[in-house]
């Protein structure tokens, strides 16, 4: 079992900055992936962001990318997702999710999730 816990979250104006943080516990994976994804109100889950464990490989949304950047400490076995040029479109609750593999931004194939955090982003 992997457990994870999101931090982070808050309330924050357009054009502002959060850094999500998401710590593993338990049994971990040298090859585990790690991915972002979010929930809006009314809205279907989605998908934000992938990394590798080990690797550094990253992969975005198109909705997010060039804003948005996914990090990684394994020593601390914590991963980050760095939110800059927050827009309100991006207010929605945020979950990381682990699966044993080495990179996958199919979220079906998550089998660890967290709790998730919410951001809110004000006009």
């Known amino acids: 079992q992997v457990q994870l816990v999101e931090s982070g979250g808050g309330l924050v104006q357009a054009g502002g900055s959060l850094r999500l943080s998401c710590a593993a516990s338990?049994?971990?994976?040298?090859?585990?992936?790690m991915g972002w994804f979010r929930q809006a109100p009314g809205k279907e889950r989605e998908f934000v962001a992938a990394?590798?464990?080990?690797?550094?490989?990253?992969y975005y949304a198109d909705s997010v990318k060039g804003r948005f950047t996914s990090s990684r400490d394994n020593a601390k076995n914590t991963v980050y997702l760095q939110m800059n040029s927050l827009k309100p479109e991006d207010t929605a609750v945020y979950y990381c999710?682990?699966?044993?593999?080495?990179?996958?931004?199919?979220?079906?194939?998550?089998?660890?999730w967290g709790q998730g955090t919410q951001v809110t982003v004000s006009s």
């Open positions: 990394i590798t464990w080990s690797g550094g490989r990253t």
């Open positions: 338990g049994r971990t994976f040298s090859g585990t992936a």
């Open positions: 999710a682990a699966t044993p593999t080495w990179f996958e931004v199919d979220m079906a194939k998550y089998n660890y």
